[in-house]
Nanobody, 124 residues
Framework: QVQLVESGGGLVQAGGSLRLSCAASGRTFSRYTMGWFRQAPGKEREFVAAITWNGGNTYYADSMKGRFTISRDNGKNTVYLQMDSLKPEDTAVYYC?????????????????WGQGTQVTVSS
């Protein structure tokens, strides 16, 4: 089992950048596919990005391509989401998620483990 803790959210003006981090517990982090999702008020949770266990493959939702970058550091048990050119419509709670090793559900899941989320607010 893995526990996930997100950080790095906050308030930023449109056009700005934020980098979210997701720290994972457990010795098997390097075997997990990792993903980022978000949920805006009154909307369903949506997929943002995913990365394979070794970082060799990444996948993005169309609206995030070219603006967001997912990466991971297995030595630090951490996955990142670099968000650039932020827009007010990016305002949401952002969640990281982990998919157990050996599953074939990359990139969209479903994912097995979830963090508590971090709020990102983009002002116009």
């Amino acid at each position: 089992q893995v526990q996930l803790v997100e950080s790095g959210g906050g308030l930023v003006q449109a056009g700005g950048s934020l980098r979210l981090s997701c720290a994972a517990s457990g010795r098997t982090f390097s075997r997990y596919t990792m993903g980022w999702f978000r949920q805006a008020p009154g909307k369903e949770r949506e997929f943002v990005a995913a990365i394979t266990w070794n970082g060799g493959n990444t996948y993005y939702a169309d609206s995030m391509k070219g603006r967001f970058t997912i990466s991971r550091d297995n030595g630090k048990n951490t996955v990142y989401l670099q968000m650039d050119s932020l827009k007010p419509e990016d305002t949401a709670v952002y969640y990281c998620a982990a998919d157990r090793p050996g599953s074939s559900r990359y990139p969209l899941g479903p994912y097995d483990y979830w963090g508590q989320g971090t709020q990102v607010t983009v002002s116009s």
